[in-house]
């Protein structure tokens, strides 16, 4: 074979294994559910919640309104300055390592408040049993 034919042959390999996997092709903001909406080439959609991402969460809905794509594999913000990859949205990446960090430590505080508030409920007899209905 010659280089001429080889890089046709992977040529058309590389357009058959593209046109076999569901492409970005338009992404939106749904103001009423503020919602990042990704639809792709074989109908499907996919939704994260436009204020769980970090650089997000202080935005206007103008300014989260004016996501595109970036490519086939990302959503930019201009105004914001804010870049995400759809893969990384889809594994559940939503910002930087400390920003989720923050995120998931969030309900878990130990002020001395929430330990005495603690203590006071489990002198009570803790939560309620849930009974079968």
């Given amino acids: 074979m010659t280089g001429k034919i080889k890089w046709q042959a992977a040529k058309t390999c590389w357009a058959e294994e593209r046109d076999a996997r569901p492409i970005p092709i338009a992404v939106h903001f749904e103001r009423e559910t503020e919602r ?17 991402l970090e650089g997000l969460q202080q935005a206007t809905s103008e300014e989260i309104a004016e996501v595109e794509l970036l490519g ?35 309900g878990q505080s130990r002020s001395p408040a929430k330990i005495a508030a603690s203590r006071a409920n489990g002198a009570k007899g803790g939560r309620p049993r849930k009974i079968a209905g």
């Fill in 72 to 106: 086939e594999t990302g959503l930019h913000w201009e105004r914001l300055d804010v870049d995400y990859t759809i893969q990384g949205l889809m594994a559940g990446i939503f910002g930087s390592r400390a920003f989720l960090e923050a995120q998931r430590r969030g």
């Fill in 36 to 52: 990042i909406v990704v639809d792709f080439t074989n109908g499907a959609a996919f939704l994260v919640p436009a204020r769980a």
